[in-house]
């Protein structure tokens, strides 16, 4: 059953994704988007990754769409045609693609309980977790204790990301000032 | 900033729930889903969904700029404090167990505030970059 339905979802994400690549009208692309975003919230819910779907949802369909929303507003609603043809970028893709679906042919299969990495530090993680820590959700315990290091790292990329924004779109704001200043 | 009745009211019974929301997946991710992570983004939807129905200046009212550029930097603060404290208290970087003397105590105190500080970061660069990125059209029609 589960895998029924992640396979609908995963169906219909591949519509919207092709449906997304022929619209030229910009506002029905971030839509598209959008509803790309809640439908990978939505299968991230049914492979039980409740923290996932919620990141995804708050920030792929939530925020993002109120962004692209924004950067709508500053450019024109239509797409331009594109200038070149796009049989090479086309065949560039299809074969990066045939290249990692190779690749997949040696990974463990799907949620396999004996693949390598459910072999190494996780059993610790399992077994130990609750005793040390005191908290029952191993996620938690993982990112924000056994993992410190890594979510001090993540959050410093957080950090760093607000403060590129702020040095790439506030700049353009003085320079525009100082044009109107002589 | 929007004129329609429906959604100004449907906005102002949803983002109540929506905030109280973010703090129940922070401060219960210890037992349920959820986390700083998820808070902050919940948190700074829940503030973009204001500025999207109310106008930008009032939520520019409600967090200013100065406030949501200091979050910014406070959250990473935060947390390495917490890694700090654990270097004072004869500890390694970032350990917990000697933030208390019970160890699983310590434990819960510094996923606590380390939690916080992802949070407050998060939502801080959400935000900046919604007002940046909403700001910056009102700009160039001035």
């Known amino acids: ?182 | 900033m929007t004129r329609d009745m429906v959604l100004r009211v449907v906005a102002k019974l949803l983002i109540p729930f929506i905030l109280l929301f973010a703090l129940y997946v922070q401060f219960h991710g210890d037992f349920g889903p959820g986390g700083g992570f998820q808070a902050g983004v919940v948190f700074a939807a829940a503030m973009v969904f204001y500025a999207v129905i109310y106008g930008l200046d009032n939520a520019r009212r409600v967090l200013p700029d100065w406030l949501v550029e200091s979050m910014i930097a406070a959250g990473v603060l935060l947390y390495l404090g917490v890694g700090f404290a654990g270097l004072m208290l004869g500890g390694n970087f970032l350990d917990y167990f000697v933030l208390d003397p019970d160890p699983v105590a310590g434990q819960h105190r510094g996923i606590f505030w380390v939690e916080a500080g992802v949070a407050i970061t998060v939502s801080g660069v959400m935000l900046k970059i919604f007002y940046l990125f909403a700001g910056r059209g009102t700009d160039g029609e001035q």
């Open chain 1, 1 to 182: 059953m589960e895998a029924l339905i992640v396979n609908v979802l995963l169906a219909m994400m591949m519509v919207a994704v092709v449906v997304l690549a022929r619209t030229r009208n910009l506002f029905a692309v971030i839509v598209l988007a959008g509803l790309y975003s809640f439908l990978m919230a939505t299968v991230m819910v049914a492979l039980d990754a409740v923290d996932v779907a919620m990141t995804e949802a708050a920030v792929g369909a939530g925020v993002s769409t109120v962004l692209l929303l924004g950067a709508l507003h500053l450019c024109r609603s239509e797409e331009a045609k594109p200038v070149h043809k796009p049989w090479l970028p086309l065949a560039v893709t299809a074969a990066t693609g045939l290249v990692l679906v190779y690749g997949t042919w040696d990974l463990p299969a799907f949620s396999d309980p004996e693949a390598p990495i459910h072999k190494h530090v996780a059993p610790r993680y399992l077994e130990e977790g609750p005793r040390e820590t005191g908290i029952p959700n191993m996620v938690t315990a993982v990112l924000a204790s056994y993992r410190g290091y890594d979510t001090l790292g993540e959050t410093t990329v957080v950090f760093t990301a607000g403060a590129g924004i702020i040095a790439l779109l506030r700049r353009r704001r003085r320079a525009a000032a100082d044009k109107e200043a002589p």
